[in-house]
Structure formats: structure tokens, C-alpha cells
């Protein structure tokens, strides 16, 4: 098994930065993340609490409706209790009413930079653990700031997140970005390239949502929320993690379904790997709203044969590849588990392939004045007849055909 690891991480690489140049041979071959599945701390303590005179409702088993109408059920002190006992249950609660998710990952997060400014600090400890240790303090500093709507935080691994931009209560539109490898808590926020980051990549959507429609409510969620791969290796070859994070994307999902009420089904963008997720968690979304839009860009494929294997409830639009993405050269193909399959961009996929002129590398598809971040607000606003194809639009198989 360590050999068949070790063999799929080299095979990846050497694919990979055969054809990508300096930048991607900087990249790093990583060993194997550990996903995350199991509910947060706190957890055992929530189900053996008795103090409310009711049962509680298990994080790992209770649908959003049924989070929904408990935290209804008690009165605001009640909320609060739970909040300051348990924040990290609370925090991320699908379900739980967003405001109330809010402030307690605050508790959670102010709690975490605690811990983290001691272990900073720590003579005794390794300059490694010292290091990692100031990074969560530096990401948790600007988290913590005021203004920040976190909407998931858990601190375990390498620390999953998740930031809302806007307001989620009063959202006529609601999108959701899926990040791909390399993003986790450290690196949910870069000041030197912020479209590098979950972010960066929301906040370039809202503003151009609002540019483009100053009028309608939106909200973006930023979702760091599942364990992602971390350079170029065997978990990026791999659907292990996607498939571990999958349930997690759906279970947001559910969640906002019950606690937002926008004019239509969130739009979910979905970056690189994140499109792995996406195609595994797209069979089980069933928008009340109606039809769920999903946007793929830079992807490596999605896990599925083609686009009608998503189900009916998703429109796929996948976004034509830049010349500088470096992703155009791992092969679209699945064997034996490894690689993620047919490209979402090809002809016979299924998919309304939209333009991206303008943008360049992996990266680069938010970037402002490109096709592609204007396509994607389009998309995300329901202004389907300003779509740019990245073909003819009237044409058969043309991206706005049928609609």
C-alpha cells in the first residue's frame, strides 16, 4: 500500500509539472491528509445534556429541518447557554439559525487563539510547531476581527472554515464557493494574492455581483469546510477526500435551504478539486428553490461520466480553460481509482461551457474585467442572457440553449 501511494504521487508530478513551468515545480508532493467526518468536540458532552429537559439532536444524524425546529423550539437564553458551552457544536450546526453559528465560532475561534498565541510562545516547543502555531494566530487575529460572519469553524487538522459574505437572511441570491487543494484556516485569507484564497475568490464575486446589480441582496459563502489535498500527490489524484467531504457540502447545503430564503437555489462554484466534491455531493442536492446552478472552473474532472449523472436538480456550466492553467495538462481519464475523469469542457460532456477570456493561470478566473468572474455573477444573479459563451450561443449544444 505505501508503494501504491507512493507510485501515484510520483506518477501525478511528474504528469503534472511536465508542462507547467517554474511555478508548478515549486509545488510541493505531499504525503496523505487525514479527512475530517466525525462531528466537533463537545459533542459526547451535548448528547449526555439533559438540562434543557430534552433530548438533544445528534450532529451526526439529525437533518437541517430537525436542527431547525429545535433551536426554534428554545427560548433565546436557552440559545445562549448552548452557545457558551458548547460553541463548537453550535458553530457548526446546519441548521441552527446563521446569526446564532455566528458568535459562537467567535467564542470557539477567540478561544483557539488562546491556545495558539501559548504554543507560539512556547520556548520549549519545536521552531516547526512554533511556526504553525503563529500562523493560526495571524489567520485567527483577522477571523476574529469585527465584521467577520464565520459560519463553520473547526479547529482540528489544518482547521476547516467557513466566512459569509453579505446577509444571509435577507439574500436574494446565495452562492457558494468550493475551493480546491491547498486551502485550509492558514490560508483562508491571502494578502499578497487574495484571488489564492477562498476568500479573495468570494469577495471578487460579490463585488461584481453588485456592480452588476446594485439593487438585489446577495451572499456568498466561502466554504473551507472539508479537509482538501495539499500539493501535488496522491490525495489530489484521488477522490478519498472529495468523497469525505461530500456529505459535508450537502449537509450545508440542507442547512441553508431551512435557514435563507433567496429568490432561487444557491449557485455552487466549484474550484479545481472542489469540482470533485461538487460532482460526488450533486445527486444528493435537492433544492426546494428549484434547479441548482453549478459553475466548475479549473477543474480536473468531476468523478462522473458526464454531466446527466449529476441528476436533475443541477445545471452544470463549466468554464473553458485559460491558456496559462496548468490544469489542461493532467490527463481526463479515471483508472483504478486514480484521476477524476472525463473533462467537464469537452463537447460530449453535457455541460453549457462558458467563456473566460481575459483570465490566465489556475487562479485567475476571478480576476476583475475577465469573461469568467463576469460569467460567474451572471450565472449566480440569474441573468442567464448575458452569459458568455465560449461558443455560439445559439448554436445546438450552445451554453443558453434551452433556457
Given at each position: ?34 479527512a475530517?467526518t ?5 459533542t ?8 434543557l ?6 450532529p451526526?444524524?439529525a ?8 433551536f ?7 440559545q445562549?447557554?448552548?452557545?457558551r458551552?458548547?460553541p ?15 458568535q459562537a ?49 473547526d ?20 452562492s ?18 487574495p ?35 495539499v ?8 477522490a ?9 457540502l ?12 433567496p429568490?432561487?437555489?444557491?449557485t455552487l ?11 460526488i ?6 433544492a ?22 449529476l ?14 492553467d ?5 490527463p ?40 469568467s ?15 458568455a ?15
Amino acid at each position: 500500500m505505501r508503494f501504491r501511494r507512493s507510485l501515484i504521487a510520483a506518477m501525478v508530478s511528474i504528469t503534472v509539472l511536465a508542462g507547467t513551468g517554474a511555478a508548478a515545480a515549486g509545488a510541493a508532493v505531499s504525503d496523505e491528509q487525514i479527512a475530517i467526518t466525525t462531528p466537533p468536540a463537545g459533542t459526547g458532552a451535548w448528547l449526555h445534556d439533559h438540562s434543557l429537559g430534552r433530548a438533544m439532536p445528534d450532529p451526526a444524524t439529525a437533518t437541517a429541518e430537525q436542527a431547525a425546529r429545535f433551536f426554534a423550539g428554545l427560548t433565546p437564553a436557552q440559545q445562549q447557554q448552548l452557545v457558551r458551552q458548547y460553541p463548537l457544536v453550535v458553530g457548526n450546526f446546519d441548521g441552527a439559525p446563521p446569526a446564532l453559528r455566528y458568535q459562537a465560532n467567535q467564542l470557539a475561534m477567540r478561544q483557539e487563539l488562546a491556545l495558539q498565541q501559548g504554543r507560539a510562545s512556547d520556548t520549549g516547543a519545536s521552531p516547526g510547531s512554533r511556526a504553525t502555531a503563529a500562523g493560526r494566530v495571524s489567520a485567527l487575529q483577522l477571523l476574529t476581527a469585527p465584521g467577520h460572519q464565520v459560519l463553520a469553524f473547526d479547529p482540528r487538522g489544518r482547521g476547516l472554515v467557513a466566512e459569509v459574505f453579505g446577509d444571509l437572511t435577507t439574500a436574494q441570491r446565495v452562492s457558494v464557493l468550493v475551493p480546491g487543494s491547498d486551502m485550509d484556516l492558514e490560508h483562508f485569507y491571502n494578502a499578497g494574492d487574495p484571488l489564492k484564497s477562498t476568500s479573495g475568490m468570494a469577495q471578487s464575486l460579490r463585488t461584481e455581483e453588485a456592480a452588476l446589480a446594485p439593487g438585489t441582496s446577495t451572499a456568498v459563502v466561502a466554504w473551507s469546510g472539508y479537509v482538501t489535498p495539499v500539493g501535488l500527490g496522491a490525495d489530489a489524484a484521488t477522490a478519498r477526500l472529495a468523497e469525505a467531504g461530500a456529505p459535508r457540502l450537502e449537509s450545508l447545503m440542507a442547512g441553508l435551504s431551512v435557514t435563507t430564503d433567496p429568490e432561487a437555489a444557491p449557485t455552487l462554484l466549484c474550484h479545481s478539486y472542489g469540482s470533485v466534491v461538487c460532482g460526488i455531493a450533486a445527486p444528493e442536492l435537492h433544492a426546494a428553490e428549484g434547479v441548482s446552478d453549478m459553475v466548475v472552473l479549473g477543474s480536473p474532472g468531476m468523478d462522473v461520466p458526464d454531466a446527466s449523472a449529476l441528476g436533475d436538480g443541477v445545471r452544470l456550466w463549466a468554464t473553458a480553460r485559460n491558456p496559462g492553467d496548468w490544469i489542461g495538462d493532467v490527463p481526463y481519464l479515471e483508472v483504478a481509482g486514480l484521476g477524476h475523469g472525463a473533462d467537464p469542457t469537452s463537447s460530449d460532456f453535457g455541460s453549457r461551457v462558458i467563456a473566460s477570456t481575459g483570465s490566465y493561470g489556475h487562479t485567475g478566473y476571478f480576476a476583475p474585467g475577465t469573461a469568467s468572474l463576469r460569467n460567474f455573477a451572471d450565472i449566480a444573479l440569474g441573468h442567464y442572457g448575458d452569459v458568455a459563451c465560449a461558443g455560439d450561443a445559439t448554436a445546438a449544444g450552445g451554453c443558453l440553449n434551452g433556457l
